[in-house]
T-cell receptor, first 113, second 114 residues
Framework: DAGVIQSPRHEVTEMGQEVTLRCKPISGHDYLFWYRQTMMRGLELLIYFNNNVPIDDSGMPEDRFSAKMPNASFSTLKIQPSEPRDSAVYFC???????????FGDGTRLSIL | AQSVTQLDSQVPVFEEAPVELRCNYSSSVSVYLFWYVQYPNQGLQLLLKYLSGSTLVKGINGFEAEFNKSQTSFHLRKPSVHISDTAEYFCAVSRSSGNTPLVFGKGTRLSVIA
């Protein structure tokens, strides 16, 4: 059984560049979540989707952040333009229902220089 | 809204000693409760969950947790830890109606000392 797949695992780029993080959820899971994890703020929910539709994006920090889910098997999180304070580990997770156990990917470690 | 408090940010413990990681939650409605573990450079993995039924829940790797409704707690325990248990542990809560996402605590770093 394939789990949640994220790419890339690591990304290092210069500030001002566009960054795109990708996620493939577990097949059949209707809910997809994007999280950001930092030492200072812990694990933060950025946005989540139900059946490809964004339900709550109140955790998205700024307009520089955007997320899409064009189909049931793929989602992207974009940061444009990127800033050093965006450096963090970004996780994608999926679940059958929002309150049920979520399955996490291994994350993308993002470093903005 | 639900909230979770993990009372200890770091817990050092010697190998083969017992450990308890504390979690308290706040909610005006009935809840589901979860413990996740995060090893270095990995995502979060589900250790155990309480949805209903017996208040003592057993999970993977010898961990267990007890749901205490009167004390609004869901503490995680293991009778004898191993070096490999060194990780970050997260408690999470959701409404039992299931229509809102999990709310995570800030995590407890368990360090097992040889």
């Amino acid at each position: 059984d394939a789990g949640v797949i994220q790419s890339p695992r690591h990304e290092v780029t210069e500030m001002g560049q566009e960054v795109t993080l990708r996620c493939k959820p577990i097949s059949g899971h209707d809910y997809l979540f994007w999280y950001r994890q930092t030492m200072m703020r812990g694990l933060e929910l950025l946005i989540y989707f139900n059946n490809n539709v964004p339900i709550d994006d109140s955790g998205m920090p700024e307009d520089r952040f955007s997320a899409k889910m064009p189909n049931a098997s793929f989602s992207t999180l974009k940061i444009q333009p990127s800033e050093p304070r965006d450096s963090a580990v970004y996780f994608c997770a999926s679940s059958l229902e929002p309150g049920q156990p979520q399955h996490f990917g291994d994350g993308t470690r993002l470093s903005i220089l | 809204a639900q909230s979770v408090t993990q009372l200890d940010s770091q817990v050092p413990v010697f190998e083969e000693a017992p450990v308890e990681l504390r979690c308290n939650y706040s909610s005006s409605v009935s809840v589901y409760l979860f413990w996740y573990v995060q090893y270095p450079n990995q995502g979060l993995q589900l250790l155990l969950k309480y949805l209903s039924g017996s208040t003592l829940v057993k999970g993977i790797n010898g961990f267990e947790a007890e749901f205490n409704k009167s004390q609004t707690s869901f503490h995680l325990r293991k009778p004898s830890v191993h070096i490999s248990d060194t990780a970050e542990y997260f408690c999470a809560v959701s409404r039992s109606s299931g229509n809102t996402p999990l709310v995570f605590g800030k995590g407890t770093r368990l360090s097992v000392i040889a």
